[in-house]
């Protein structure tokens, strides 16, 4: 033993062990430390905030592929955009570093937390879960006796897949419940915690979630059953609340068409407890990160099984912004302007965005647009053109349409139109 010290003092242990010193340090640091490594794949919102959440008291591997990415967290620096990300990572005392060497984030660690992303594929009418299978591969057989948690969203009946294929019941699935913008709040503060497993394993990860939070014991509910069940309650409950949003689109929708107030109308309805005052605030459709495409996935998993609800929920997305661009025709400008892309106040976020699909319309109806987006230099469309001076954008814009208002329109609110009744995400 002292002469392993000796060599591990030195980085070298030559003709001891073929390891090279950062293998090395993970044997030595699981053999004579009684801190469980944790490896979490990606560091967007899902992957990052939970990095951030367990490196408070656990050691921490954030493995992505991205190099930059990996160079700005072990610099104390978020990668995503972030205000409570960014002062967590900068500030706080966290046992965590990142990597892009699979071998150095695996090798030792006790679990490997998935959070790759799994975008829907229009052409298979599924999930991309390419991501997710080539980590479980990789990790499986550098590390095969560590425990795999599925953090990805999948489509249901995925793990089960894939504990068949790799010969592994160490893989399980485990749902996120995050806001865009309040990853790591919501992740400090759960409102609940479902473990898809009922083993030893799956229990003390969901203790391990518990003790980083920032909540009491007891204050917060874990639900334990099968992968299968977690992975229908992540499709189920985003789902859910796209269809809460797709009510009050539709009745935003009805009431502009008869000219009612529809703040007025909303307070009134949201008033019943039954019914609750949340996601109640109208916009041009549902997007972001994980609605557009769970509600399709769990679609395409009611193959063969009746329903009317979830195919509805798909479809009056498409009906909203149908509608939408009506509206916008309607007035008849000349060019319109569009404020921002981002679906939500402090993201960085234009994937799937509601604005994107009406742009498209819109250029298709002919119509001259220009972009407001200071988080873009130029638009992939090449006869959009990007106006970065706020003054500039609104006083060559007819029309000014806005996903969610801001306090900088208020100098323009003439020539805003928005659905946005209660100035919210």
């Known amino acids: 033993m002292v002469l392993c010290l000796k060599a591990w003092e030195s980085r070298t242990l030559p003709g001891l062990l073929n390891v090279n010193y950062c293998h090395f340090t993970i044997i030595y640091h699981n053999l004579f430390s009684n801190i469980m490594k944790i490896c979490v794949v990606g560091t967007g919102y899902v992957g990052l905030s939970l990095a951030l959440l367990i490196s408070q008291k656990y050691n921490v591997v954030a493995l992505d592929i991205s190099k930059v990415k990996v160079d700005l967290i072990n610099d104390k620096r978020s990668p995503i955009k972030d205000e409570e990300i960014e002062s967590f990572l900068h ?24 959070a790759t992303p799994t975008n829907y594929d229009s052409a298979t009418g599924s999930f991309d879960t390419s991501s997710v299978e080539n980590v479980i591969s990789d990790c499986l057989e550098i590390n095969p006796d560590t425990t ?20 592994s019941k160490n893989i399980f699935f485990s749902p996120e419940f995050l806001r865009e913008t309040k990853s790591l709040y919501d992740n400090l503060y759960p409102s609940r915690i479902v473990v898809g497993d009922t083993s030893d394993k799956a229990d003390t990860f969901g203790k391990i979630l518990i003790d980083c939070s920032r909540k009491n014991d007891g204050e917060i509910s874990i639900f334990k059953m099968k992968s299968k069940e977690a992975e229908a309650v992540k499709l189920f409950a985003n789902t859910y609340l796209a269809m809460r949003i797709s009510f009050f689109n539709e009745m935003d929708s009805y009431a502009e068409s008869q000219d009612l107030n529809i703040e007025k109308i909303i307070k009134a309805i949201s008033s019943d407890p039954r019914i609750g005052n949340h996601y109640n605030n109208p916009s041009f459709g549902y997007g972001g990160y994980c609605l557009p495409k769970d509600t399709k996935q769990l679609l395409k998993n009611f193959d063969n099984i009746p329903n009317k609800i979830v195919k509805a929920v798909v479809e009056a997305n498409k009906t909203r912004k149908d509608f939408i661009v009506r509206s916008i025709l309607n ?3 000349n060019t319109v302007g569009i404020y921002r892309l981002t679906m939500k106040e402090g993201s960085n976020n234009f994937r799937e965005s509601a604005v994107l699909d009406i742009v498209n319309e819109l250029i298709n109806n002919n119509k001259h647009i220009i972009l407001y987006e200071p988080l873009m230099e130029e638009y992939p469309i090449n006869n ?11 006083s060559r814009s007819d029309l000014v349409i806005a996903n969610r208002y801001s306090k900088e329109l208020d100098q323009v ?10 100035n919210e995400n």
Do not use: C
């Open 384 to 394: 959009i053109e990007v106006v970065n001076n706020f003054e500039d954008f609104v």
């Open 91 to 114: 500030k706080s005392n966290l046992d965590l570093t990142a990597t892009t060497d699979v071998r150095e984030a695996y090798l030792g660690a006790d679990y490997v937390i998935i």
């Open 331 to 333: 007035k008849k400008p």
């Open 413 to 422: 609110k003439n020539k805003v139109y928005t659905r946005d009744v209660f």
């Open 148 to 167: 795999i948690v599925i953090k990805s969203t999948v489509p249901i009946g995925f793990t089960d897949t894939m504990q068949t294929k790799f010969k």
